[in-house]
């Protein structure tokens, strides 16, 4: 029987979409939208990581690079390179590049490369040339390539020498493409690029200083992972204390494709925010689909058509008109990756061709497919519960029947499988969590806002302008749009509101609290032959200054209580602390800007085991407490210390502070430089920073010179550019939100035609009805503005303050925006359809009821 009637369904419901797809234009616009933006967003990602680890070779430079901070590779671990196959050698740090005529001076990321470099792929220069030769030794100068800035920043040329620590540098052209630009990362300052052998005559490479040595290794069959994996084995059990860091081709550039994942799930967690919203307009449109298929449901009925039949047979329609929505989506995200790869060509190195990717498309048709039918099952549950007589008489759909009690568990269930979904493909499970739980509650509030208004408005009596008693009616009458409009509407603003405020704050953070407290310099590799000389001429420069300063070195973790650190799965927020090299220091005193938590701090001139101070919230994440040993690696050394307190740091204060404080013994005789800060009275005067910038890098040229305004500019460049992506994916659920109402309010044209039609015949003016829609329009504006407000300021206190430790701030402007945002958008969508409304003549539409 079953076998029989599935193609009668089948049939009955193409022979009904033959009329076409009129009031469905909004439920295919909002499944496209959603299933685009998530199948895009997936497809990209998938396509930069791929394209990242294809071109792996060429990024790293090798097959596996091996990375020491502070020393480089001594006889025996170079000998062990050199066995394993052809070795590439750079390094890295900070430091200044100054005028030849000391009228100018900038901070750069200097690389220095050997005689083979590029190691893989191609360096583009102009003029053109081979970098051996252009870094070589000419008339007795080496040379050196800058980025473009760089020239900008100084005011010079190329063919122009500049000085680079104790030694003098021509300039023999500008950078247009660095191929392994990603594996070494991008920095506060623009790319100045040398040859080692220059490198070795500026005085920056001296005990302590803090650079960092890659060397990359083309390995004779290297394309076998097997291969790589024992050469990185083979050197742990070689040299165990070398502290160096590993990595292979195919995590070329860790930080980048971490960044890449994260950013996408977050504009997926957008994306499915904007299908959900969308999903409103679904059921929307399969109200009024139903609505409109009421008299022949009711005739299959009196046929003797069974309810599942009836079910059946408008859910396969439904889900046929989702289908070609989801393939319209699915089109987007497989073109996007190919839109990327062009637009992202100069920016990001990778060069491996995008294709469609059938697993990130499968997601998101799964998404899309879940959410139609999810927001269709209440509607038509309740179309299968009226009786043939009840769908016969006009406004059937607004009787106050629900749905079987079952067809209520599996919309549930579908919704939970949609917030799973979300929560386990997710990088940031935590997050993404708490992302998902913030959308549920909203959606909840939202209803719970809805039926407040609604009942509000019905008791709110018959008192008032005729035209307020209209809106009030319009609010509360059945089959109102109040629920449409603050659900769709109200969800995309939350959302949108809530990264205004992030991004507020942040910003705030930066050029606000953190610009107040901060130091206005920070001074890096000072040597200790140096110190004294240097403190005393920044006395001399700003005596009302205060300067602070501290030894400093760089380590690796080795291992915490007994368990190796590659061994560690920590929570997300305190992986850095393991990644890559950290800043170490020794101090017989607490820092500033610190405050004991746990334990207590060792007496002055402490000469027993060495201890440790670590940072409370990263000890608390890693599982520390007092008494545990943590090993780490500095200098090549492996140096194991007993935790002996937890401290609060404030951060924000951008003081020196370290997450690891040691006991002045554990590093006695360890050759170290020291890290100062410089703090000026006032609120700053930029002629004296640049003369204590120039004084400071002329007299000491080996000493890294940072002004932390500058490097907060920089950050908050980047924040303003983040920001503005987040709230232009974000923006999505606007468009989501107004493709609802938009749709809600030609679903509610027929029910206002005639209520307009009707009044109009009773004596109402154009006027008066345009005032009372106006007005009804904008309660339901302010009510969604004023819950999107309150909602987003929640969720966004929750991320600053909760997650970010940052201080919260409200923005006025924020809220203000809102306001104006929902007013324009209910009242220009709202009056826009009701234009047409009015313009209907009452004769002709009367003699057709």
């Not at 990209?44 to 091996?66: H, K, P, W, Y």
């Not at 006009?394 to 079987?404: Q, S, W």
């Not at 509101?497 to 942040?506: E, F, S």
């Not at 994916?729 to 939100?737: P, R």
Request: hydrophobic share 50%; aromatic share 6%; charged share 20%.
């Amino acid at each position: 029987m079953n076998g029989a009637r599935l193609p009668l369904v089948l049939r009955l419901a193409l022979r009904e979409l033959r009329g076409g797809l009129a009031g469905f234009y909004v439920f295919l616009a909002c499944i496209a939208l959603g299933v685009g933006a998530i199948a895009g967003v997936n497809s990209v990602s998938r396509a930069l990581t791929d394209g990242i680890a294809v071109e792996g070779r060429v990024i790293l430079g090798g097959d596996i690079a091996f990375s020491l901070i502070q020393r480089e590779a001594d006889a025996e671990e170079l000998a062990f390179l050199r066995e394993r196959g052809e070795v590439g050698t750079i390094a890295t740090l900070r430091s200044m590049v100054r005028r030849t005529d000391g009228e100018g001076q900038a901070l750069v990321e200097l690389k220095a490369v050997d005689s083979a470099y590029p190691h893989g792929g191609t360096l583009e220069t102009d003029p053109p040339g081979e970098a051996a030769d252009l870094l070589g030794a000419k008339d007795g100068t080496y040379g050196a390539l800058a980025a473009p800035e760089l020239l900008d920043r100084l005011g010079v040329a190329v063919g122009d020498a500049v000085s680079l620590g104790g030694g003098t540098f021509r300039i023999r052209g500008t950078i247009r493409a660095e191929p392994d630009l990603l594996s070494t990362g991008i920095g506060f300052g623009p790319r100045l690029m040398v040859s080692i052998d220059g490198l070795r005559g500026t005085s920056l490479l001296r005990p302590g200083s803090l650079v960092t040595w890659h060397y990359r290794v083309r390995l004779p069959g290297g394309e076998d992972r097997a291969v790589i994996t024992r050469t990185a084995e083979q050197a742990k059990r070689l040299f165990p204390e070398a502290g160096w860091g590993i990595r292979s081709r195919e995590n070329a550039s860790p930080s980048l494709s971490r960044n890449i994942v994260r950013f996408s799930q977050f504009l997926t967690l957008v994306g499915l925010t904007a299908l959900v919203v969308g999903g409103v307009g679904v059921a929307n449109a399969v109200a009024s689909f139903v609505d409109l298929k009421r008299p022949a449901i009711a005739t299959l009925k009196c046929l003797g058509a069974s309810r599942r039949l009836v079910f059946r047979l408008y859910l396969l329609q439904i889900v046929l008109i989702a289908l070609l929505g989801i393939a319209a989506g699915l089109a987007i995200g497989a073109i996007l990756p190919f839109v990327a790869k062009a637009a992202l060509a100069g920016i990001l190195p990778v060069g491996a061709a995008p294709d469609i990717y059938p697993r990130e498309l499968a997601l998101a048709f799964l998404y899309g497919l879940l959410v139609a039918v999810a927001f269709s099952l209440w509607p038509l549950g309740r179309a299968r519960q009226l009786p043939a007589s009840g769908l016969f008489a006009d406004r059937a759909l607004h009787a106050p029947v629900r749905p079987p009690a079952g067809f209520r568990i599996v919309q549930a269930a579908l919704f939970a499988a949609l917030a799973a979904l979300a929560v386990a493909l997710s990088s940031d499970r935590y997050l993404a969590a708490v992302y998902v739980g913030g959308v549920v509650a909203s959606f909840v509030v939202l209803r719970a806002v809805s039926a407040a208004v609604i009942s509000a408005a019905r008791r709110s009596g018959s008192a008032g302008p005729m035209t307020l008693r209209l809106a009030i009616r319009n609010i509360h009458r059945p089959g109102a749009l109040t629920g449409s409009v603050v659900l769709s509407l109200g969800l995309g603003l939350t959302l949108l509101v809530t990264l205004a405020l992030i991004d507020g704050n942040i910003r705030n953070q930066i050029t606000g609290t953190i610009a107040e407290t901060a130091p206005d310099f920070f001074f890096v590799d000072i040597q200790n032959a140096e110190k004294d000389a240097f403190e005393a001429r920044l006395a001399a420069l700003a005596p009302q200054g205060k300067v602070a300063m501290v030894p400093m070195l760089r380590g690796r973790f080795v291992s915490i209580k007994g368990v190796p650190a590659s061994e560690i799965d920590p929570p997300e927020e305190a992986r850095w602390a393991l990644r890559g090299d950290r800043g170490l220091t020794y101090s017989d005193t607490l820092p500033e800007n610190s405050r004991l938590v746990s334990g207590s701090w060792w007496p002055a001139g402490y000469e027993g085991e060495p201890l440790v101070s670590f940072e409370s919230e990263i000890a608390d994440a890693l599982g520390l407490k007092v008494g545990d040993e943590i090993t780490v690696n500095a200098l090549g050394r492996n140096v194991t210390a007993r935790v002996a307190n937890t401290r609060s740091v404030e951060w924000e204060s951008l003081s020196i502070n370290f997450v690891m404080v040691f006991s002045p013994n554990t590093f006695r005789g360890a050759p170290h430089a020291y890290l100062a800060t410089l703090r000026l009275p006032g609120n700053g005067d930029p002629a004296r920073d640049d003369a204590i910038l120039r004084d400071v890098t002329t007299r000491f040229p080996a000493i890294t010179s940072i002004r932390v305004r500058d490097a907060l500019d920089a950050v908050n460049a980047v924040v303003a550019d983040l920001a503005l992506a987040v709230r232009v994916a974000a923006s999505l659920a606007i468009v989501v939100s107004m493709l609802v109402l938009g749709g809600a309010l030609a679903a509610g044209h027929r029910q206002r035609r005639q209520d307009a039609v009707i009044l109009k015949t009773l004596g109402a003016t154009r006027r008066t009805l345009l005032t009372a829609f106006s007005l009804e329009y904008g309660v339901l504006g302010l009510a969604t503005a004023v819950f999107a407000v309150a909602a987003g300021s929640v969720g966004a206190w929750y991320v600053v303050s909760r997650i970010m430790r940052m201080d919260f701030t409200m923005m006025p402007t924020v809220a203000l925006s809102a306001v104006l945002l929902a007013l324009l958008v209910t009242l220009g969508l709202g009056l826009a359809g009701t234009w047409r409304i009015l313009s209907v003549k009452a004769g002709p539409y009367l003699r057709n009821l």
